[in-house]
Every structure is written in C-alpha cells, then in structure tokens.
C-alpha cells in the first residue's frame, strides 16, 4: 500500500537554528499538507499546498515557515530559525483530490528545539 | 461554539463494553466528516468517513446530525486494541484546512 513517508524520525536541534523536514507524498496525490502536534495537544493545520503553491496557512504559519516542492517527489518544510516552542511532532499529509477528501499521514518527525 | 469540540475523556470500559463518543462542529455547510484513531505519539490513522447521515464497519458505527451539527462514534465490543485517542475531523468547507478536534482518549481494561 503506498504511503507517506517522513525523513528524520527524530531531529535535534539550537534554538536560532534552521531545520528541514522532509517529506514524500503519495505519488498519484496532488495535495499536501504540513501539521504538528505539540505535546499532549491537538493537531494543528500549518498549511496546504497544491499546484506549486501554498493553498491555504494558519496563523501558526508565520514568516519563518516555508514549504517547498523541489523536485516533484520531495515535500519540504524549512523553519529558518527555530524557537523553543517549535518543539512537536510534525506530521505531513497528502490527499487525491483535497478539499472533503480523507488525508493520508506520514509517521512524523519529532522535532525538539534545545 | 469550537470548530470541533469533542467529548474530554478519558473513557475507562472494560474489555466487551459498548462506548460512544460525541462529536459537535460549527460550520453548517460542512459536508465530510472522518474519525481518525491516533496511538501515543503516533500519526492520525483514518478509521470511518461520515458523508451522510451515517456509516458502520464492523464494530464501529458513525452517526450524523446535520440539524444538531453533532456526530458520534459508537464502538461496540470493546478490545483492548482499541485502547487509544479519537479525533473527530471537519474539512474546511471551500478550503483546504482541515480541523481536527482535541480528541477522546478511550482505555479498554481486562
């Protein structure tokens, strides 16, 4: 069965940092998806991408956050310089055809900002 | 009213028992809805999509209240595999965000 796959599991990092997370969406998908979970919390939509561009961001999504197809496999999210509160669990997501669509996740990355 | 407000939890039945969760969101216009099992610090997996006014799979059966804006999750049968937290899950109509509820957390015991 295809699935969303996550590359680091795990990710350690300084505050003031810039971090990279990565993502490989299903193949035949066309939307995407980044959210995160702190701990003991709700998940929570960052952002929604489709056709090369971000669709729809929340107000966690601020400038530091950036989202990237570079190559037409890859999904990325770059957080330029990472706070102490960005620690979570990151999950990418993707789906067929969005919009009521289900979403299909990736197993996370948990990010911890020392 | 929240975008999607779940039952707090914990639930604490015991293996055989029947639980049901609730689920109330405010957006009138939605038209999908899912619930998603999610393991301790693991991804949301789907478990039953809700397009109308209800849907069963086995053990579980989804029910919807378009008038009341309100859902549920009825587990019939409990097993300690289900031991786990319950997203109740609204897409954004017209959009492309989807909002999920702070979850019910169930603990199935022997």
């Known amino acids: 069965e295809p699935e969303v796959t996550q590359t680091p599991s795990h990710q350690v990092t300084q505050m003031g940092q810039e971090v990279i997370l990565r993502c490989v969406p299903i193949s035949n998908h066309l939307y995407f998806y980044w959210y995160r979970q702190i701990l003991g919390q709700k998940v929570e939509f960052l952002v929604s991408f489709y056709n090369n561009e971000i669709s729809e961001k929340s107000e966690i999504f601020d400038d530091q956050f950036s989202v990237e197809r570079p190559d037409g496999s890859n999904f990325t999210l770059k957080i330029r310089s990472t706070k102490l509160e960005d620690s979570a669990m990151y999950f990418c997501a993707s789906s067929p055809l969005g919009g009521n669509e289900k979403l299909f996740f990736g197993s996370g990355t948990q990010l911890s900002v020392l | 009213r929240k975008e999607v407000e779940q039952d707090p939890g914990p639930f604490n039945v015991p293996e055989g028992a029947t639980v049901a969760f609730n689920c109330t969101y405010s957006?009138?216009?939605?038209?999908?809805f899912f619930w998603y099992r999610q393991d301790c610090r693991k991804e949301p997996k789907l478990l039953m999509s809700?397009?109308?006014s209800g849907n069963e799979d086995g053990r579980f059966t989804a029910q919807l209240n378009r008038a009341s804006q309100y859902i549920s999750l009825l587990i019939r049968d409990s097993k300690l595999s289900d031991s786990a937290t319950y997203l109740c899950?609204?897409?954004?109509?017209?959009?492309?965000?989807?909002?999920f509820g702070a979850g019910t957390r169930l603990f199935v015991k022997a």
């Open positions: 899950v609204v897409p954004n109509t017209g959009g492309f965000k989807t909002i």
């Open positions: 809700v397009y109308s």
């Open positions: 957006n009138s216009a939605s038209q999908s």
